[in-house]
C-alpha cells in the first residue's frame, strides 16, 4: 500500500455497486488524520467494501486497525480523506443529515445522558430525529421492552449496571427504526452474561431485518453475529468473507494447543514442526495448525516430550488473523 | 467487490453538490425537550441564585460600601447616589460572569466528559443546532437572571424612568450572549480545564474589576480609561447605565451596540467553526 493519497478520479470511477440493495458502498476509502504541522497519520488507507441490506457485518481487527475511523466515515461524523463512499446511494459529505436519519449508531463508549432518567434518555433522543411526541413516546416504551429496562423506565442512568447501559444505548440507537445500525465494539468491557443477553437482542433486530454493522476484537462475537466480515490491520483489509469460508480458507479444522515452560516454546516449536501443516510460537503456548489434534498429542507424548497443558479446538478467526498478521488480536 | 467500469465514471470536472443541510430553526427546536428537561431539573437553583447574588451584591456593594461614598452626580456619570451607579454596571457584569460560567465547563462536559454532543451529532442534527440550542439555553438563563436582578432593584428607585429598566435589561442580555458566544467558541477549542483557570484570572475577573461596573473609568487616567472603553464588559456597562439612569447619550449607545452585536457575531461564527472542527474529525 502506497502511503500517499491515491487519485480522486481512480476512486470516482468505481461507483456503483455489485448489488441493487446495498447499503454502504466504498471504494477506495481513506482516512489521513492530519494534527498541526505534525506528521500525517493514515488510520484507514484506501479500503473496498459493500454491505447489503439485512446483512450482519464485521469489521473484525485488533485496536488500532481502523475499524472505528471507518465506522465514524459511515455514520457520517468523520469526513471522507479520498477514495468514495456511499450510504443507501447517497454521499456522506452532501446528505448527511438524511443519511443519519436512517441510521442507528451504538458507539464504543456509552454516551448516555447521565443525568437524564431512562425513558427520558430515549425520548430526547427520538425528539432529534423530528418525530412526534406520541410516536416517540410509544417507541420508547417499546424498547424499554424490548432492553429488558422497563421497570427501571424512571431511574437515573447513572443507577445502572453497565450491561444495562448497553442495552439502553441499543435501545436508543434503534428509536428511529433504522434502516442500519452500527455497533462498535458492542459488547467491549460487558460480563459473559450481559453480553449472551445483548447478543440475543442483535440476533433478533437481525431477523427482524434491519441491517447490522459491527466492529469487535472479539472473535466469538465476530463469528456468532457475522454474516460476512472484512478483517483489517493497520487500516487495509486483509481477508473478507464468511466466518467459516475464511476459517477453511486460512486455517486448518484443528488447532492443537501446548503449553511448555516458559522460554521452551521456541524450541519444541523445533521438534513438533512436522506434526501439523504449521506451527505458531506465541509467548505462553505452541499452535500447531492440523486436520487432527488428538493426533498431535498423541505423536508428542510418543516422542517424550511432556507438555504442562494441552488443548483441541476448532480452527476459530483468532487463527485466521494470526495467519494473516503474524499477530494475535488481543496485543 | 465491485469492479468498475467507463460506464461507472463520474465526469472529473463535475462540481462538488452543496450539502443538503437541516434547516437552523428545525434542527433548533428538535433540542427544546431536551432543554425544557434540562431546565426543569435546574431552574429552582437558577431562581435563588438570580435572587441571592444580587441580592449580597447590592447589600454589600450598594449599601453598606456605597453608605460611605458621597459623589457629585456628574462624578457618577449621572447617579443621584452610588447605589444607582452600581446597580446596572452589577447587573452587566453579573450576566457577563453568568455567560462565562454557562459556556465554560457546561461546554466541555458536553463534549468531552457526557459526551452528549457526540449522541446529538449521530442523528440529523448539526453542529450550528447544537450551538444554536445551546446558546438559547443562555440567552433564557440570562433573560431570568437579569430580569429578576431588575426587579430585585426596583424597590431601591434606582431607575430615572420606567423605559429605563426596560432597554437596560435588553442591553445586559446582549452583553451575557456577545460573551457566551466568544466563551463558547474558547471552550470547544480548550482542551483541558487548566484554560478555563487561565481564562477566568486573566479574563472575566480584570474585566469585572476595571470595566466600569464599580467606579467611572475616568478614574483609570487617560491611557487606562480608553482601554476600559476597549472591552465588550464597558459597553454594556456603559448601555445598562446610561439607560437606567436616563442620561443616554445616543450616538455612544448605537456604538456599544454595534461592537456588541458584531463580537457576538463573530463568537458565534467561531463558536460553529470551533465545535464543527472539534466533533466532526
Known amino acids: ?331 | 467487490m465491485a469492479v468498475s467500469t467507463d460506464s461507472d465514471a463520474v465526469a472529473p470536472d463535475a462540481p462538488p453538490a452543496a450539502p443538503r443541510d437541516l434547516p437552523f430553526v428545525e434542527g433548533v427546536q428538535r433540542q427544546v425537550d431536551y432543554w425544557a428537561i434540562v431546565w426543569a431539573r435546574t431552574w429552582r437553583g437558577v431562581i435563588v441564585s438570580s435572587f441571592l447574588s444580587p441580592f449580597l451584591y447590592v447589600l454589600a456593594m450598594g449599601v453598606l460600601l456605597g453608605g460611605f461614598i458621597e459623589a457629585d452626580p456628574d462624578e457618577l456619570e449621572g447617579a443621584t447616589s452610588y447605589l444607582a451607579f452600581v446597580v446596572p454596571g452589577l447587573i452587566a457584569a453579573h450576566a457577563m460572569q453568568t455567560a462565562v460560567s454557562e459556556t465554560t465547563w457546561p461546554v466541555m462536559g458536553m463534549i468531552k466528559w457526557q459526551r452528549i454532543y457526540e449522541s446529538m451529532l449521530a442523528t440529523p442534527l448539526q453542529p450550528r443546532h447544537l450551538v444554536g440550542a445551546h446558546l438559547a439555553s443562555v440567552a433564557l438563563h440570562l433573560s431570568a437572571t437579569c430580569g429578576l436582578y431588575t426587579l430585585v432593584m426596583l424597590p431601591f428607585g434606582v431607575f430615572e424612568s420606567w423605559w429605563g429598566p426596560i432597554l437596560a435589561f435588553a442591553s445586559q442580555v446582549l452583553c451575557g450572549m456577545t460573551f457566551a458566544t466568544l466563551v463558547y467558541a474558547f471552550s470547544t477549542r480548550n482542551r483541558s480545564e487548566e484554560g478555563f483557570g487561565v481564562l477566568f484570572r486573566l479574563g472575566v475577573f480584570p474585566l469585572f474589576l476595571f470595566s466600569g461596573a464599580f467606579f467611572p473609568v475616568s478614574n483609570l487616567g487617560d491611557v487606562g480609561s480608553w482601554l476600559a472603553r476597549l472591552t465588550p464588559l464597558w459597553q454594556g456597562v456603559n448601555l445598562s447605565r446610561m439607560f437606567a439612569l436616563d442620561n443616554v447619550t445616543w450616538w455612544v449607545a448605537g456604538l456599544n451596540v454595534a461592537v456588541l452585536v458584531v463580537l457576538m457575531l463573530l463568537g458565534w461564527r467561531w463558536s460553529v467553526s470551533g465545535l464543527t472542527k472539534r466533533m466532526i474529525t
Open chain 1, 1 to 331: 500500500m502506497s502511503d500517499t493519497l491515491p487519485d480522486s478520479t481512480a476512486a470516482d470511477a468505481a461507483e456503483t455497486p455489485l448489488h441493487d440493495d446495498a447499503q454502504i458502498v466504498a471504494r477506495g476509502l481513506w482516512k489521513r488524520f492530519q494534527q498541526g504541522s505534525g506528521p500525517s497519520f493514515d488510520a484507514v488507507k484506501g479500503i473496498d467494501l459493500e454491505v447489503r441490506k439485512g446483512e450482519a457485518f464485521g469489521f473484525l481487527g485488533p485496536n488500532g486497525a481502523g475499524k472505528s475511523s471507518t465506522m465514524r466515515m459511515i455514520a457520517g461524523v468523520s469526513p471522507v480523506s479520498d477514495g468514495e463512499l456511499r450510504i443507501f446511494g447517497m454521499d456522506p459529505a452532501v446528505d448527511g443529515p438524511t443519511i443519519r436519519g436512517r441510521l442507528g449508531v451504538c458507539p464504543q463508549e456509552d454516551n448516555l445522558d447521565q443525568e437524564l432518567n431512562v425513558f427520558d434518555n430515549l425520548y430526547v433522543y427520538g425528539r432529534y430525529f423530528g418525530l412526534p411526541k406520541q410516536v416517540v413516546r410509544e417507541r420508547a416504551g417499546e424498547l424499554l421492552e424490548f432492553a429488558k429496562l422497563t421497570e427501571k423506565s424512571k431511574a437515573r442512568v447513572d443507577e445502572l449496571s453497565g450491561g444495562m447501559k448497553r442495552r439502553l444505548t441499543i435501545a436508543r440507537s434503534l428509536i428511529n427504526k433504522p434502516d442500519l445500525l452500527l455497533l462498535d465494539e458492542p459488547t467491549t468491557g460487558l460480563d459473559p452474561q450481559a453480553r449472551h443477553l445483548l447478543w440475543d437482542q442483535l440476533f433478533r433486530l437481525k431477523h427482524a431485518g434491519v441491517t447490522l454493522v459491527l466492529s469487535t476484537h472479539y472473535m466469538d462475537e465476530a463469528e456468532q453475529l457475522c454474516d460476512r466480515l472484512v478483517v483489517m490491520d493497520k487500516g487495509v483489509i486483509v481477508a473478507e468473507g464468511a466466518p467459516l469460508e475464511l476459517i477453511r480458507a486460512h486455517s486448518t479444522r484443528e488447532v492443537a494447543e501446548l503449553r511448555f515452560g516458559a522460554g521452551e516454546h521456541a524450541a519444541h516449536a523445533e521438534l513438533l514442526g512436522d506434526l501439523g501443516e504449521r506451527v505458531e510460537v506465541l509467548p505462553d503456548r505452541l499452535l500447531v495448525y492440523t486436520e487432527d489434534g488428538e493426533e498431535v498429542l498423541a505423536r508428542t507424548h510418543e516422542r517424550g516430550l511432556q507438555p504442562l497443558a494441552t488443548l483441541v479446538r476448532r480452527s476459530s478467526l483468532e487463527d485466521v488473523f494470526l495467519r494473516l498478521t503474524g499477530r494475535t488480536l488481543v496485543d
